[in-house]
């Protein structure tokens, strides 16, 4: 069963960037399709991004496109998330998840989630 610990959320500008990182634990990493999810207060849970196992293919939410870059490292057992330019609305709790059966844009369907990192972006 795979843990999963984020990290690298923080206050920030807007028109900043940061990277967050989710470090993997106690499964095969390399096994895993991982995504990153966020959720604003008082809203649902957002797809960001999602990777397969390999890292050859990504997916990116709305929000996300030309934005965010997922990235893992399979050597590491570690997931990212690069974020440029960033604006007031990406404030949220940042969460990683994995998933054995291939990825969804649903938070449903993952199985293993991380605690989440804060990211506020102030204007």
């Known amino acids: 069963q795979v843990r999963l610990e984020e990290s690298g959320g923080r206050s920030v500008q807007a028109g900043g960037s940061l990277r967050l990182s989710c470090e993997a634990s106690?499964?095969?990493?390399?096994?895993?399709?991982m995504s990153w999810f966020r959720q604003a207060e008082g809203k649902e849970r957002e797809f960001v991004a999602a990777?397969?196992?390999?890292?050859?293919?990504?997916w990116y939410g709305d929000s996300a496109k030309g934005r965010f870059t997922i990235t893992r490292d399979n050597a590491k057992d570690t997931l990212y998330l690069q974020m440029d330019s960033l604006k007031v609305e990406d404030t949220a709790v940042y969460y990683c998840?994995?998933?054995?059966?291939?990825?969804?844009?649903?938070?449903?369907?993952?199985?293993?989630w991380g605690q989440g990192t804060q990211v506020t972006v102030s204007s």
């Open positions: 998840a994995a998933e054995s059966r291939g990825w969804s844009s649903s938070s449903h369907d993952w199985g293993y």
């Open positions: 990777i397969t196992w390999s890292g050859g293919n990504q």
């Open positions: 106690g499964g095969t990493f390399s096994n895993y399709a």
